[in-house]
């Protein structure tokens, strides 16, 4: 069974830059067939995808977040992360690491979700 | 960007009804678009793909149908564990676009 976990500081100062990771375990993410992706929900609102990542090193991001995000590997650890730079307070969401299928474009496993303030 | 509008935002029911939720893409994504299930404070379940698939372990009370740019699912018999909230979700291009929610509440 995969699971995603994610980790990082809940508590991010406006400007900075976002920091997320996600580990991976009951599968490899070098083994292909998945793209590993983030997605955002800002409080008490709907979903928002933010990018993906293969494990070839293949990147596709939203293109509303494009210029902020990127979203990297580390194999060795069986991890992917985020970073979102230059952050205001409508950065503030709870973020989510997913696994969606190289041959469908939904999400089957997520983690459970972070909670990221952005707050001086 | 494919803009997917679901309606109602939220749904008033009891135990035991049949409710129907729909989702409307901006523009046509075939049968690509998947519904999720969202428990307070949890990540989102996936409920169905391709419109009408329902993945393994989810009830038979569960269905999806629709093409195009209209899309349903129906929970036929209401049960407690099922207020909680449905979003729609497109696969057709990227972005890849979710709609905005709609809560079942008692």
């Known amino acids: 069974q995969v699971q995603l976990q994610e980790s990082g500081p809940g508590l991010v100062k406006p400007s900075q830059t976002l920091s997320l990771t996600c580990t991976v375990s009951g599968g490899s993410i070098s083994s292909g067939g998945y793209y590993w992706s983030w997605i955002r929900q800002h409080p008490g609102k709907g979903l928002e995808w933010i990018g993906y990542i293969y494990y070839r090193g293949n990147t596709y991001y939203n293109p509303s977040l494009e210029s902020r995000v990127t979203i990297s590997l580390d194999t060795s650890k069986n991890q992917f992360s985020l970073k979102l730079s230059s952050v205001t307070a409508a950065d503030t969401a709870v973020f989510y690491c997913?696994?969606?299928?190289?041959?469908?474009?939904?999400?089957?496993?997520w983690g459970q979700g972070t909670l990221v303030t952005v707050s001086s | 960007d494919i803009q997917m509008t679901q309606s109602p935002s939220t749904l008033s029911a009891s135990v035991g009804d049949r409710v129907t939720i729909t989702c409307r893409a901006s523009q046509t994504i075939n049968s690509w678009l998947a519904w999720y299930q969202q428990k307070p404070g949890k990540a989102p379940k996936l409920l169905i793909q391709k419109a009408s698939s329902l993945e393994s372990g989810v009830p038979s009370r569960f269905s999806g149908s629709g093409s195009g740019t209209e899309f349903t699912v129906t929970i036929s018999s209401l049960q407690p564990d099922d207020f909680v909230t449905y979003y729609c979700?497109?696969?057709?291009?990227?972005?890849?676009?979710f709609g905005q929610g709609t809560k079942l509440e008692i």
């Open positions: 979700q497109q696969y057709k291009s990227y972005p890849y676009t």
């Open positions: 997913a696994r969606r299928t190289v041959s469908a474009g939904l999400f089957d496993y």
